[in-house]
């Protein structure tokens, strides 16, 4: 500090200084930028059109398109420091090779070399099928249909997958399975014009808070909240369900049956829009109140009232999220909220749909077309018309196309461990943190002969693993769309460029490409973006997922367009799926799925007495590598905590802030600090999963959905145990927890 | 188990009439007329503790992570299921007796009469901060990058063009509202500016209405409860304070000795307790964020205690040189000018007891301030007096053991009414004695025995009443040490993950 300033004749006016943006008004003046470019926000799929304040070739500040239908221009406060994340110290700049266990700056040229080299190495000797790619939920749609393409075409390689498959996959399997196609069918829309509003499982309000200005709006409906623990969104509820973990099953068979008794059925919608419904009747005759009422431990008063409510409303409306997907009976709830809304006749219609929240603000995007988990625009693997159609598209033989999908990621993860996959491409994505049952994952990636991790960030815990680190462009610094939950197609946009090398993942597909070798056959003549685009758009045309009469103007125009938008479309409206009652099943109709409840895969035991939840927190994104590095978010989200109830705190003498331990048969979180409180119930425990410090996935289990091959991050049996290391001052504390990741490589980095 | 959580029908109804974008709930139509002033709506049933209003805030003044003028705290009861946690939102309270105002020394602080906004301006603070110390809302805070204070101001310059603050845009419930109220109204009721996890509205008559939730749980309270840190010590004013009173005790020594006919020369021990005095003064300006412009601390002595500390210490200092000159040079009128340095010195220890005498800090509001202050004072004058030679044997001893007795008996009936008593606040500061500061608050009870009681009971020779001054001085030091670290102020609740401790 200067002189000046100790003895108090500086007092930093300027930069503090007030000024009036001719937009935004009265406001700090050096948050008034130059320009702003639209754009939509790159954190949740709740797609929130917003715009980037640029000045000096910097982002300065960010705002919420007040026009954007989404969000009427509010942010989540990760959106509103949005722009921290682009000047984030570990941001990555240049590719790194690890050199005798050091990273060393390189070229691009020598990175890619690097890459092709190993990969090609390695498929030459143990076959295409020994590479896998594990990709994201975060790119723009132009990069997902490009990279399935070099994967599946170039690369020659099936085991490809997202980590889309540790949060959405199961919503996807579920919806093929009822409605024979992949797709949200309702909009955001229905949460205001519906009359009653389910939330199961999801707790929007902590994580899709721009969600609940659309309930807010809505001063008719009923808010009904299924939940094991008193979640934000459970208080703002009309009626909240506390039911036992992973009882939700038996629940909704339960409103089928008595909706059943009751009469309270759309028989004329059954008759001629779905099939299995004797099939479903006869299976849910043993889901009397009473038999709910033992399973889910809701008075049968309760549970009759939720089904009446239910069943009386004009329109009614389904949200789910993690508290379904994260579950080995994850697809089968799917099939379980679509009987509901199916027998009821609440889909396809204004407020009434079965409809999954998604996660990642472009989780969307490579659902439609990504080249993994099915072809590109819904396409199935194991259709050969699919497969035909889709060779004619791209002008290559049919047989070039896989007739069935490679390797789910938790799959890839085995097999690497098994030394069946023997190169990784990571793209955007932090496992370490991320994937459960952290010792296995672990272990498959110290494995591969050769990974690869692209990201906008380095050291992250797990690019500290790579052998080579491709520096990528993050939100804010590329160009592309994202599909948010509800199907909206919305744009992204380039407001500064990446820092130093960094490029952006469109840029190192296509230079991959050139060095394969298949950038002519695949990718002729690209060179934006938009020729992606342009190209998805044709493979699009006449699916479910029409992109066909879109265009970069358009969307921008309207602050997105939703799917389906077939060319020649006039109107930019809200739009709804199977309207017309009419399925994607070959005969059309819907199909009803019987679900049997079973109690979840690790029970309590007097060794591990506790059922842990994971979960969020608002201020943070997943794994922490943005919102770590966001001063504010991390100011007042400091550090992970575990919600204990007090009864059992009290048997166990523990007291709040307290450091414990969290354990189970497969490791240990330590030194996590105890939150005592009444949210949980006695005999659960719950810990946010964002912080690397207290990895949650050191205990989460190895069990995973057998249709969707989604983890099952709940119900994990724990016990907990006071921490050694506790009454250690707090400062230190914090020194070593930070000193874990990331500055601990950065010296030996660059 | 029937878990219902009513939806208030009221609010509902009231929603019906509202589009989100209509502007016009969210701030008054019109500016407020005589008698009114603009004040914050916060709906703590409709607020789903997203903290966007934090982020927004801070984005629209360009504040650091470490400093938010709008904050999030949370209160929490009930039992599973029928547990509800709710959130504060709270910026600057725009009180109708602002405590931040009342006490600024410079005037930094005004009230706009259009508006009633409380307004700070960082040209005019010189980064005292007893504003920090006087609102029991924790709203004013300490830039240290800049060495000034800020807080909220409402986002003036916004409503002044018609737009809403950014707290207020920024919330995606609409919790957060500005509101036109009528002051007289207000201010014979008040009661819906208090909530729980809020200290009292009576400390300043916050204006900012708060909206109940109508199924809280009688037994809601702070999350932040059990969570006690201990507060910054404030070394330049530790030593201020102490060494003042020193100065001003060893002038009354002089004082009485000059009374009883002494026949030793004052002169050494009159100039060493003025250069003490203005050391201190000295020191305390190194608290200050802007030192240079100390000297307008004189400015608002019609109201502030900080400004009347400065005024009376600087008298002191002037009227205590000129004794200490007549002392030295043997003139006459020592005798009046000794009588009117006394006065001033212990008004000053006075108005510097009673900066610390505000309702935000209980630990300081109380009369045991200024008897701490003023016994510092006797003990540590006396003794410095001894160490100076000027005085010695039964006097001396009779004199320190009653300084030393009484401010022993001080400190502990101060801690027993903390104790036991009903403010949660006072309570925690003597748990902080009691656990985390017990070492060093049994150190200064012993300190405080040997210097002030042990030591002067056997022996008075001048090597021993100079050890015996060394270990009081070291006691009074960590005594008031543990004065600054060990208050508990009053506060929003906070969250219940700590925040690294800002600045202030």
């Known amino acids: ?117 190993n990969f090609l190495a390695v498929q030459a000797k143990h076959g295409p099928e020994a590479l896998g790619i594990i990709s994201t939920g975060q790119l723009v749609t132009e990069e997902y249909y490009t990279l399935g393409k070099l994967v599946q075409l170039g690369f020659g390689t099936s085991n490809y997958d997202g980590n889309t498959t540790l949060c959405m996959s199961t919503a996807v399997s579920g919806y093929k399975r009822s409605f024979g196609s992949d797709g949200p069918p309702g909009a955001y829309e229905d949460l205001q014009k519906a009359d009653v509003v389910f939330l ?101 008063e309760l549970i009759l009232k939720v089904a009446f409510l239910y069943g009386n409303a004009k329109a009614a409306f389904i949200g789910w999220t993690m508290g379904v997907n994260h579950s080995t009976k994850g697809t089968e709830t799917v099939n379980a909220i679509n009987n509901l809304a199916l ?146 197609v919305s744009k992204v946009n380039r407001a500064v460029n990446p820092p130093g090398e960094a490029k952006p993942d469109f840029e190192i597909f296509l230079n991959m490409a050139k060095k394969l070798g298949c950038y002519d056959e695949l990718f002729p003549g690209w060179g934006t973006p938009r020729d992606a685009f342009e190209e998805w758009k044709r493979v699009s045309a006449g699916r479910l997922c029409d992109y066909s009469g879109m265009s970069y103007e358009l969307i921008e125009q309207h602050g997105g367009i939703q799917w389906p938008f077939p060319q020649g479309t006039q109107q930019v409206t809200t739009s709804r799926l199977y309207v017309d009652g009419r399925f994607q099943t070959e005969d059309g109709r819907a199909r009803l799925f019987c679900v049997e409840w079973e109690p979840f895969p690790e029970q309590p035991s007097a060794e591990f007495p506790f059922v842990l939840n994971t979960g969020r927190t608002v201020e943070h994104w997943h794994t922490r590598t943005k919102t770590g590095q966001v001063p504010i978010l991390e100011r007042m989200a400091p550090n992970a905590w575990l919600e204990m109830n007090p009864k059992d705190a009290h048997k166990l003498k523990l007291r709040l802030h307290d450091r414990v331990d969290v354990v189970s048969r497969r490791g240990r979180i330590s030194s996590v600090e105890l939150r005592v409180t009444e949210i949980v119930a006695p005999g659960q425990v719950f810990v946010p999963f964002h912080f690397v410090e207290t990895n949650a996935n050191q205990v989460t289990q190895s069990a995973f959905d057998p249709i969707s091959r989604e983890p099952n991050y709940k119900q994990s049996a724990v016990r907990v145990e006071k921490s050694e290391k506790f009454g250690e001052p707090r400062g230190k504390a914090r020194l070593r927890r930070r000193s874990l990741w990331p500055r601990r490589q950065r010296s030996s980095s660059l | 188990m029937l878990a219902l959580a009513e939806a208030p029908e009221a609010e509902k109804i009231d929603l019906a009439e509202v589009s989100p974008a209509d502007l016009s709930l969210r701030i008054p139509a019109r500016s407020p007329g005589a008698g009114e002033q603009y004040r914050f709506h916060f709906n703590m049933g409709k607020c789903i503790g997203c903290k966007c209003c934090v982020v927004a805030c801070n984005e629209q003044n360009g504040n650091p992570a470490e400093i938010n003028w709008r904050r999030v705290g949370e209160v929490e009861g009930g039992w599973y299921p029928n547990t509800r946690r709710f959130h504060i939102s709270m910026g600057c309270n725009h009180c109708l007796e602002p405590s931040c105002l009342i006490g600024c020394p410079v005037e930094a602080y005004t009230k706009d009469s259009a508006t009633g906004i409380v307004q ?102 702070k999350s932040d409860i059990y969570r006690i840190r201990t507060e910054a010590p404030h070394w330049p004013l530790v030593v201020m304070t102490v060494l003042t009173q020193l100065s001003v005790g060893t002038f009354a020594t002089l004082w009485l000795l000059q009374i009883f006919g002494t026949s030793t020369s004052l002169t050494t021990t009159a100039l060493l307790a003025l250069l003490v005095g203005g050391l201190a003064l000295g020191a305390s300006t190194l608290h200050l964020g802007r030192p240079v412009h100390a000297y307008r601390a004189l400015k608002m002595w019609k109201r502030s205690w900080l400004s009347r500390e400065v005024l009376l210490f600087t008298c002191f200092s002037a009227v205590a040189g000129v004794y200490a000159g007549l002392l030295t040079l043997r003139l006459p009128g020592s005798s009046t000018v000794g009588p009117l340095t006394i006065l001033l010195g212990i008004a000053g220890v006075t108005a510097s007891a009673w900066i610390y005498r505000v309702p935000a800090r209980p630990a300081w509001n109380s009369r045991h301030t200024p008897a701490d202050f003023l016994l510092t004072g006797a003990l540590l004058g006396l003794l410095f007096a001894g160490a100076c030679g000027v005085i010695s044997g039964r006097a001396l001893m ?39 500061l017990a070492s060093q608050f049994l150190t200064r009870a012993g300190l405080l025995i040997a210097g002030g009681a042990v030591l002067p009971l056997f022996s008075q020779g001048r090597l021993s009443t100079s050890a015996a001054f060394a270990v009081a001085l070291a006691g009074e030091i960590l005594g008031r040490y543990l004065f600054f670290v060990s208050v508990v102020p009053k506060n929003m609740a906070a969250p219940y993950l700590a925040a690294e401790q800002s600045a202030a």
């Open chain 2, 120 to 221: 700070h301006s960082p040209d005019a603070c010189i980064g005292c901060q007893y504003c920090t110390w006087n609102c029991s809302y924790g709203v004013p805070q300490y830039n240290p990058e800049r060495g000034v204070v800020g807080k909220c101001d409402m986002c003036h310059g916004r409503l002044a063009e018609g737009r809403e603050p950014a707290c207020v845009y920024a919330c995606p419930e609409e919790a957060i509202r500005i509101e036109i109220v009528r002051i007289e109204e207000w201010k014979r009721d008040y009661a819906d500016a208090n909530a729980p996890g809020l200290p009292s509205a009576d400390d300043s008559i916050s204006t900012t209405r708060i909206t109940l939730p109508r199924n809280l749980p009688p037994d809601t309270r």
């Open chain 1, 200 to 300: 199961i499982g999801a707790n929007i309000a902590e994580n899709h808070p721009i969600l609940c200005q659309h309930l807010e709006a809505n001063p008719r409906k009923t808010l009904i909240v299924a939940d094991p623990r008193v979640t934000k969104t459970a208080m703002i509820s009309d009626v909240f369900l506390p039911l036992k973990p992973r009882s939700d099953i038996a629940l909704i068979n339960g409103m089928i049956h008595v909706l059943i008794q009751a009469g309270m059925i759309d028989r004329d919608y059954i008759a001629h829009h779905t099939t299995g419904f004797e099939e479903l009747a006869q299976a849910v005759r043993k889901y009397t109140p009473r038999y709910v009422s033992e399973i889910t431990g809701l008075e049968e």
């Open chain 1, 343 to 488: 027998i009821t006749g609440n889909i396809g219609r204004d407020g009434a749909s079965p409809f999954s929240i998604t996660g990642q603000c472009n989780a969307m995007g490579t659902r439609e077309s990504g080249f993994a988990s099915s072809l590109p625009g819904y396409r199935k693997f194991e259709n050969a018309d699919d497969r035909r159609e889709l060779a004619h598209l791209w002008g290559i033989p049919q047989e070039r196309i896989p007739a069935a999908r490679g390797l789910a990621y938790p799959d890839i993860v085995e097999a690497a461990v098994k030394k069946k996959i023997r190169a990784l491409w990571v793209i955007a994505t932090n496992p370490i943190v991320s994937f459960p049952n952290l010792g296995v994952l672990r272990q498959s990636l110290e494995s591969v002969d050769f990974l690869v991790v692209q990201d906008g960030f380095h050291p992250t815990p797990t690019s500290e693993l790579a052998h080579l680190v491709l520096p990528a462009a993050i939100w804010g610094e590329k160009e592309g769309t994202y599909t948010n939950s509800e199907r909206r």
């Open chain 2, 398 to 436: 009779i004199g320190s053991v009653i300084a030393a007795s009484a401010q022993l008996l001080n400190q502990a009936t101060k801690f027993l009414w903390m104790t036991a008593s009903e403010s949660h606040e006072l309570r925690s500061t003597a748990r902080l004695l009691s656990t985390t």
């Open chain 1, 1 to 117: 500090m200067s002189l000046k300033r100790n003895l108090g004749l500086d007092i930093l006016s300027e930069k503090y200084a007030y000024a009036t943006d001719e937009i935004t008004g009265y406001t700090s003046a050096r948050k008034i930028p130059d320009n702003w470019v639209a754009t939509t926000c790159g954190y949740c799929s709740v797609g929130c059109g917003m715009f980037v304040g640029v000045k000096d070739g910097r982002a300065v500040a960010v705002r919420g398109n007040p026009a954007h239908p989404v969000n009427s221009g509010t942010l989540c406060p990760k959106g509103l420091a949005e722009h921290y994340t682009l000047e984030a110290p570990d941001r990555v700049k240049y590719p790194l090779l690890r050199k005798n266990g050091k990273f060393t700056r390189i070229s691009w040229n020598e990175a890619l070399d690097a890459m092709a080299e």
